[in-house]
C-alpha cells in the first residue's frame, strides 16, 4: 500500500493539524492561504443570519467581504438550500459555491473563485469546505464573532436563551429529516424544539411555554432541561411527561404551563408514536399535500398535573412529513379580526410542498410566508418544526469501498 502523502491530503492536513489550537480570528486567513495553493481567490464565507433570509458574509483577514446574499434568490443561497456546489462561469473564471455542512446541518457556504476547474479541485474543495464547517462549528462555543456576524438587528436577552438552548435547526440521515424554525428570530421567548437520535430512535420535543419575555424563556429551559434529563433516562413518553410536569410546577407553581408533544420515530420502521400535552394536533403530509390532521388524546399542558396521558401511534408511509407547530401559527390576528386559523395554514402547506424540495426549504419558505400572509406581524411565538421519514439503511455509510 502506498502511504505517501499526497498533495491534497498535504493540504487538508494543514488545516486539521492545527485546527485544535487555532484561535477563530485565524481560521479565515489560513482557509484563503489553502485555497491559493490550488489556484484559489476572492474567499468568502457566509453565514445564515437568524432570521433565515440572507446569507452574511463573515470578516476576517484575505476574505472577501461583500454584500449579503439573499437565501431564495442568489447562487449562494441555491448552494444551501439545497446543499449541493454550484459553479457560476465568470469573465475571468468559475466562480464555485459549496456549502458548509456539519453533518448534515448547513452552516453557510464558501464561495471561491478558480480560473478553471476539474473534478480533483471540485472533490479537494468539497473536503475543505467540511473542514471548515466543522472548525466554525467548533469554534462558535467560544466566541462572539460568528453569532455577531448571523445577527442582524438587536436582539431580546429571552431571545438569546432560547438561541444557546436550541440543537442545529436542521438534520439528515439517509432514513429521516427534520428542520425548525422560530419566529421573531430576535425576540422570541417560550418556544423552543429538541431532538436526539439514539440508535434507531428519532426523539422529539415541540414546546410553547406561557407569556412573553423572559419568564417565558427561563420556563422553556427548564421544559427542555427536564425533556433533555428524562429522555436521557430511557423512559417512556408518559413517562417523560409526568417529569416534566413536576419540574414546571415545583419551580413556578400551579398558575404556569408549557404546551407540549413529544414523539419517537423508530427511522428503520417508520413506527411514529407521540403524547400531546395541550398542543395543537400535527399535520400528516403525504405526496407533497396534507391528508389529516394527526389528532390524539390530549392530556393537560405541562405544569397542571395532568392524568397520564395517552400514548398515539400511526404507522409512516415513505416519504411522509409530519409537521408539527406553536400555536402562534394559527391563532395572529389584526384587532377585531380572525384569526389565521389552520385551513388558511393547511391551504399555504399544500402550496409550499408543491414548490420547494426538502424539509428546510420547506420550513423556511413557509415559515416566511405565513408571515407576509398574517400581515408582517408575529405578536407571537410562532414555531415549525418537519419531520420526513425515508426509510432504508444507513450501514453502507460505515463501508470503506
Known amino acids: 500500500m502506498d502511504r505517501s502523502e499526497g498533495f491534497g491530503e498535504r493540504l487538508l492536513g494543514v488545516l486539521l493539524d492545527r485546527a485544535h489550537e487555532m484561535p477563530p480570528q485565524l481560521i479565515a486567513p489560513l482557509i484563503a492561504e489553502e485555497v491559493a495553493r490550488i489556484g484559489g481567490r476572492q474567499v468568502s464565507i457566509l453565514l445564515q443570519d437568524y432570521e433565515q433570509l440572507l446569507l452574511v458574509p463573515l470578516p476576517g483577514r484575505r476574505l472577501t467581504v461583500g454584500e449579503p446574499e439573499p437565501i431564495s434568490d442568489s447562487h449562494a443561497g441555491t448552494a444551501f438550500l439545497r446543499a449541493i456546489p454550484i459553479e457560476v462561469p465568470q469573465p475571468d473564471g468559475v466562480r464555485i459555491y459549496l456549502p458548509l ?6 452552516v453557510g457556504v464558501m464561495a471561491v473563485t ?8 471540485r472533490r479537494l474543495l468539497r473536503r475543505l469546505a ?81 407569556g412573553h419575555g423572559l419568564d417565558a424563556a427561563t420556563m422553556a429551559t427548564v421544559a427542555i432541561g427536564a425533556y433533555r434529563h428524562a429522555r436521557r433516562a430511557r423512559i417512556g413518553l408518559s413517562e417523560i411527561y409526568a417529569f416534566m410536569d413536576r419540574a414546571i410546577a415545583e419551580q413556578f407553581g400551579p398558575d404556569h404551563f408549557v404546551t407540549a408533544q413529544m414523539m419517537r420515530l423508530n427511522i428503520a420502521t417508520g413506527h411514529l408514536q407521540w403524547v400531546n400535552a395541550g398542543h395543537p394536533a400535527p399535520l400528516l403530509i ?20 395532568g392524568d397520564e396521558p395517552q400514548l398515539s401511534e400511526r404507522q409512516l408511509q415513505r416519504g411522509d412529513r409530519v409537521l408539527c407547530f406553536t400555536d402562534g401559527i394559527i391563532e395572529e390576528h389584526e384587532v377585531g379580526g380572525e384569526q389565521f386559523g389552520e ?15 426538502g424539509v428546510r426549504a420547506v420550513v423556511r419558505a413557509l415559515s416566511h410566508t405565513l408571515k407576509q400572509q398574517r400581515g408582517g406581524i408575529t405578536s407571537d411565538d410562532a414555531t415549525l418544526f418537519l419531520i420526513e421519514w425515508r426509510g432504508g439503511a444507513a450501514d453502507h455509510l460505515a463501508t470503506l469501498e
Open 101 to 106: 455542512l456539519d453533518g448534515s446541518d448547513q
Open 114 to 121: 478558480l480560473d478553471a476547474i476539474d473534478d480533483d479541485d
Open 130 to 210: 467540511g473542514l471548515v464547517a466543522d472548525m466554525i462549528v467548533t469554534k462558535h462555543s467560544y466566541t462572539d464573532q460568528f453569532f455577531e456576524t448571523r445577527r442582524r438587528e438587536p436582539m431580546s436577552v429571552a431571545a438569546e436563551i432560547q438561541w444557546s438552548l436550541l440543537p442545529p435547526l436542521a438534520m439528515s440521515v439517509p432514513q429521516a429529516a427534520l428542520a425548525g424554525i422560530l419566529e421573531p428570530a430576535y425576540n422570541v421567548a417560550g418556544d423552543s424544539f429538541d431532538y436526539a437520535l439514539n440508535d434507531d430512535i428519532l426523539h422529539m420535543a415541540v414546546i410553547d411555554a406561557m
Open 286 to 305: 403525504r405526496n407533497h399535500d396534507v391528508v389529516q390532521q394527526l389528532h390524539s388524546p390530549t392530556t393537560l399542558p405541562v405544569g397542571f398535573g
Open 343 to 357: 385551513e388558511q395554514l393547511i391551504d399555504w402547506v399544500n402550496r409550499i410542498e408543491h414548490t420547494e424540495e
